[in-house]
């Protein structure tokens, strides 16, 4: 039940002369008191003039208030709360009435009044709306000049792309334009990671390493096995369709070598004649002899 003094002539005009703002806290209070009803609760009691009562609800019953003063009287009263809250940093037990009280704390962070109405909050927020629309058409129209800069300057070069990205993006992409759909985007940036993984990893490999590891299976006892297998330093695939025999293979007596065993070859044609063999058609060899 809201209960308040009646007596007012005690109310001074006397104020106290404070620094700084002075705020008050107040935990609990019932439900049913409104914002009016503590500003005209602290005038009674002989406290202080209150300029804005913040109330936060915390339940149906009751609801936590913050209470800003506007100044306080010159009171016995008003100093003891000032002394309790401020110099001691404790709560001061503020009675209401017989059976209820308020514990007042000190509000170490008040929120500061605005010097601007709501009428004057929406026309500072139309101004802010149209510089920000000044500003992006504005970086629009820089982009395009930007794109056209980058285009002359690296025609034919993947650089531009790389340098476009970047700018429009902040990433350095460089294998074409980036879609502006983020999703799409995103997808073309994994597809770019995974294909910069792999030339990572061909760009580390030596051409002569582990040779065996490709070939190795292609030899069996000193003779190549036929079959077809796919050789990946290469590039491609090696494929045999003939199987060699072991007299087809090259030997180093059918290659211009003379064998140390002279034996008589029959030099006589068919029609009887002796043939004899040109100087330039022997071999180097034989010649120097």
């Not at 500061?112 to 504005?138: F, P, S, Y």
């Not at 930007?146 to 992409?173: F, V």
Request: charged content about 30%; hydrophobic content about 30%.
């Amino acid at each position: 039940m809201k209960c308040f003094v009646s007596n007012t002539n005690i109310i001074s005009s006397t104020r106290i002369t404070m620094s700084k703002q002075i705020s008050f806290y107040i935990p609990r209070i019932y439900g049913e008191y409104t914002a009016d009803d503590i500003k005209h609760t602290f005038r009674l009691l002989w406290v202080g003039e209150v300029r804005r009562v913040d109330i936060n609800k915390t339940c149906d019953e009751y609801v936590s208030a913050f209470v800003h003063m506007d100044y306080m009287y010159d009171s016995e009263y008003a100093w003891n709360i000032i002394n309790v809250t401020d110099k001691l940093d404790a709560c001061f037990k503020l009675n209401v009435d017989i059976d209820n009280y308020w514990l007042l704390l000190k509000n170490k962070r008040p929120v500061q009044d605005t010097h601007l109405n709501i009428h004057q909050l929406a026309e500072n927020g139309r101004i802010m709306e149209d510089k920000i629309k000044m500003c992006e058409e504005k970086m629009e129209r820089m982009e395009m000049v930007i794109h056209k800069l980058l285009l002359k300057a690296y025609d034919g070069n993947d650089e531009k792309y790389r340098l476009y990205n970047y700018m429009s993006y902040g990433t350095p992409y460089s294998k074409g334009y980036l879609c502006e759909n983020k999703e799409l985007r995103e997808k073309q940036m994994e597809d770019f990671q995974h294909e910069k993984k792999e030339l990572g990893e061909l760009t580390e490999m030596e051409p002569w390493e582990d040779m065996n590891k490709y070939f190795g299976h292609l030899f069996t006892n000193g003779h190549i096995r036929f079959d077809e297998e796919y050789v990946p330093s290469l590039g491609g695939s090696l494929k045999f369709t003939d199987e060699i025999d072991d007299d087809d293979m090259p030997s180093l007596v059918s290659q211009n070598v003379v064998s140390d065993d002279t034996s008589e070859v029959d030099d006589t044609s068919e029609d009887g004649e002796t043939s004899s063999d040109d100087d330039d058609d022997m071999p180097v060899s034989c010649l120097d002899q």
